[in-house]
């Protein structure tokens, strides 16, 4: 225990002398200690948005909110609070580039050890206009986005919270390596949804096909139409909708899948198996060509078969009904 205690006293002196003499500045980027005291953060500029058809709005550590102006102008606001020694160093960037624009926020402040305060929020505010592409992307941060237009629409977040409302796009790609996604009034030919880690729920989309795929968590889909396909690593599948129209493709390797109609389709083809599940299917006049509940295997058709539903599942239940 006294060469313990011994070391750890020699290994304390050793780090203060070279903190103290430091002669090359080499830990001159490390910043050390407590900062609770706060500055206000809020900057804001303003460009006209007819010169401009692509967009991309990128943060490391800051939140994202883009929402629709009342203007013809892009307008970026940041806005909050930060430890008091940085307030200098964290700068609101707006750089056009040709037709392009990029909207962010310089974050240059070494590294830290110690308690520090950064509460801050990015808000861009877009004028009613198709964008030829919009990427909105955020390392740590949540993104929020509501009523944009474009021909190709991409939100990424490598750990954070996305919430997507009302777009109107020709390709929709929304990503979170770790965190939940959410969209809402969706209208696109193509939209993809993809997760790590986290529950996704889609409500009132219209599109030719949606896609998603997630790690682990819980897929929600309600109130749309589209050609689905998507698959879950640990996690249950359901989809609630008015009517079965278009082709659709589940696979769950541990999870429930479960679908509720409110219609029952006239036309359908059903393809279910399971590696260790049950499946059941309550649908008046469904013609069998296997049935076995208990297995895991189902597969019949209603009238002419003209839309196929296939669902797969590693361990979990199947229900439609």
Do not use: C
Not at 206 to 221: I, K, P
Not at 237 to 256: F, K, P
């Amino acid at each position: 225990m006294k060469k313990r205690t011994g070391f750890l006293i020699v290994a304390i002196g050793v780090l203060l002398l070279i903190f103290t003499m430091n002669p090359r500045n080499i830990f001159s980027d490390i910043q050390f200690g407590f900062s609770l005291d706060t500055k206000k953060i809020n900057e804001e500029q303003t460009l006209d948005a007819d010169n401009y058809r692509n967009l991309t709005v990128k943060t490391g550590s800051i939140n994202i909110h883009v929402i629709p102006g009342a203007t013809d102008q892009i307008t970026a606001r940041l806005n909050g609070k930060v430890s008091s020694k940085y307030a200098d160093q964290v700068k609101l960037k707006v750089e056009p580039n040709g037709n392009s624009m990029t909207v962010g926020v310089e974050e240059d402040h070494g590294i830290n050890l110690g308690i520090n305060i950064m509460d801050l929020q990015l808000t861009v505010e877009l004028p009613e206009k198709n964008w030829a592409t919009a990427k909105i992307e955020s390392g740590s941060g949540n993104i929020e986005m509501e009523s944009i237009l474009g021909d190709e629409v991409t939100v990424k977040a490598g750990s954070g919270n996305v919430n997507v409302q009302q777009v109107n796009a020709g390709e929709l790609t929304v990503h979170t390596g770790s965190g939940n996604i959410e969209v809402e009034e969706i209208e696109a030919e193509l939209v993809a949804l993809q997760s790590g880690s986290g529950e996704i729920s889609a409500d009132g989309y219209h599109a030719e096909q949606l896609s998603f795929q997630n790690g682990s968590g819980n897929v929600e889909l309600s109130d749309g139409e589209a050609a689905l396909q998507g698959k879950t690593g640990s996690g249950n599948i359901r989809m609630d909708a008015e009517r079965l129209v278009h082709d659709v493709d589940l696979r769950t390797d541990s999870g429930n899948v479960s679908i509720d109609l409110v219609q029952e389709p006239s036309s359908l083809e059903v393809d279910y198996q399971g590696s260790s599940g049950e499946g059941n299917i309550r649908l008046d006049g469904m013609h069998y060509d296997v049935k076995d509940e208990d297995k895991g295997r189902l597969k019949g058709t209603l009238g002419s078969g003209d839309v196929l539903l296939k669902v797969r599942t590693g361990s979990g239940n199947f229900k439609l009904e």
